[in-house]
């Protein structure tokens, strides 16, 4: 099994920028797909971005320029740059890791953007 920690969450006025981390350890297949998914207060966990092992990308619209997923395979972690960051993304953060049939959740790190 896989455990994912995040880290990097915090308080940031609009316009700023954070990085979020989530390092996985455990089991970990070469192969897989690795991600963020957010969650706002009374709302669904959605999808932020997702990077699979080989570096493809996916983001939701409402992020695309503004966040940049990255990961480092050698040391099992993958990145959320946010920038320009804007009240409305304020959210518990979650890394998401799958791989054949495994799908582990971290424990989420929360963003809050406000002045």
């Known amino acids: 099994q896989v455990q994912l920690v995040e880290s990097g969450g915090g308080l940031v006025q609009p316009g700023g920028s954070l990085r979020l981390s989530c390092a996985a350890s455990?089991?970990?297949?070469?192969?897989?797909?690795m991600g963020w998914y957010r969650q706002a207060p009374g709302k669904q966990r959605e999808l932020v971005a997702v990077i699979s092992s080989a570096g493809s990308t996916n983001y939701a619209d409402s992020m695309k320029g503004r966040f940049t997923i990255s990961r480092d395979n050698a040391e099992n972690t993958v990145y959320l740059q946010m920038n320009n960051l804007k009240p409305e993304d304020t959210a518990v953060y979650y890394c998401?890791?799958?791989?054949?049939?495994?799908?582990?959740w971290g424990q989420g790190t929360q963003v809050i953007v406000s002045s």
């Open positions: 455990g089991t970990i297949f070469s192969i897989n797909v």
């Open positions: 998401r890791y799958s791989s054949r049939g495994e799908d582990s």
